[in-house]
């Protein structure tokens, strides 16, 4: 119960308070109403009673119901207000806690689970207070003053009521120790059926492409067909609760009255009205304690997939970050370098090391690029830049100073990253250009316009009638994938960066876009420090320095024409791509 409360703020527990105080108030009422039926019960058995008493009588019941109705409502509008602040409160809390993960933390939860915790999972917890808080401060109330106002009847009719609680409980009991693994694992099943669901949406173009519907249809209905079979058992071992318990209460009520025909058959005929009037009052109060206990039945159906829920809510909330903030660096005697000392990385839980003693500097205005073959580590290497992940071994400097003494603002805020996979967000061009906070004076239209002239994205706005304002949808689907990718390196640009960083961001460009975007980028972005990730020979060769990686090591360093000399893996990938010819006229 803690993890659901944890979250909720000050104005939440004055509203817990106030919604207890009330529903006191409501069993309160209720517990008198079986009094003003033994009175009007009285009233009816007993000779000579007026009409007007037994009104009266009546009314004062009426008076409790519809006090007990007004205060039933007040507390559901107060549940449903904690139930909507605990979904804002741990929404926030959840985007904060994902907004704030390096890709370690994102890569162990899966996007996947992250999206099922943020939706589905707040939607249990907030389903469980509606209901929970009325029925868990509700039922044992009502139990504990209902036994106390049975106490002082017939030790039969109490002992029998008493039994009825305890096989009440055991009930409960055990669908609750069988149904509580099934929802666990429903909630985890739910991650599944999310993921599959999340890659026939994204892949759509290529399981039509590959006639793969077939495939992916086997695999969203095993998905389905396995959550389908968890909720049908853990429903069928609920099912047995609701049978059981009004088993119970039906035959208590028949024991209650079993017992009361044997008590006034040998009672004398004055206690006779007396022992009556007891057991049609002690048949009401048994009946409200066991329906007290049925009302924890609905608990025990949302409880045990709620509580999962929390927790998984809180493992998001309660992960650290493994990349936090430096002190801060004030000042810095160098502008626009990057050096990497020594540097080694291995992923968590990994065997082995992706990156292995890895030294070069790049100086202001410099463009290295990195080349190798697939799995090399270049990617990598270049995450370690702006601190998606952090090095194992050694240092990285920018600006002479560890990156991990620069909070994350300060750090990204020299930096300008173009993924490999160019990302594009819901909106226009204007707002995708002019994307984030640079830490600095606000973008104007003509930073934008400059950006997108050097990524050669001009005539990207100048082919559509709403120009700048041309809708971009989510992901940039109504993009080419040159197109994105363009808009994507002026959004870089744009911020005006001491370092540009390109993570294969030419790979979708012709030949010819390629050369005039980097004779572009040496000529309006002489003094930004260039990292280039490629593997394209051609998109490299003029670069200042080439850092050629084979299986996370450095085996090169140098220009062009020095590697082909010195480099076997270098003149290897060039050989793969030029003939010898090409080459020696390059």
Sequence with gaps: MFSFVRHFTKRDWIA?????????????????????????????????????DILIAGGKMLLCALASMLVTVLVTVITGFLASSYSYNVRAKLYDAVESFSMAEINRFSTSSLITRSTNDITQVQMMIVMGLLVIVRAPLMAILGIIKIADKSVEWTFSAGVAVVLVLIVLAICFLFAHPRFKKIQILTDNINRITRENLTGLRVIRAYNAEDYQKKKFEQANEEITKNNMTAHRIMAIMMPSMMLIMNGLSLIVYWIGAYLIDGAPLMGKASLFLDMAVFSQYALMIIMAFMMLNMIFIMGPRAMVASKRINEVIDTKSSVTDGKGIDHTDKTGEIEFRNVGFRYPDAAEGVLENISFTAKKGETVAIIGSTGCGKSTLINLIPRFYDCTEGEVLVDGENVKDYTLEQLHNKIGYIPQRAVLFSGDINTNVAYGDNGKDEYTQEDVSRALDIAQAKEIVENYPEGYEHPVAQGGSNLSGGQKQRICIARAICRKPEILIFDDSFSALDYKTDRTLRDALKKETADTTNIIVAQRIGTIKDADQIIVLDEGKIAGIGKHRELLETCKVYKEIALSQLSEEELNHA
């Design 16 to 52: 817990v308070a106030g919604a207890v105080v009330l529903i006191a108030l409501s069993v309160w009422l209720e517990l008198l109403m079986p009094e003003y039926m033994k009175d009007i019960t009285a009233l009816i058995v007993i000779p000579g009673a007026e009409i007007n």
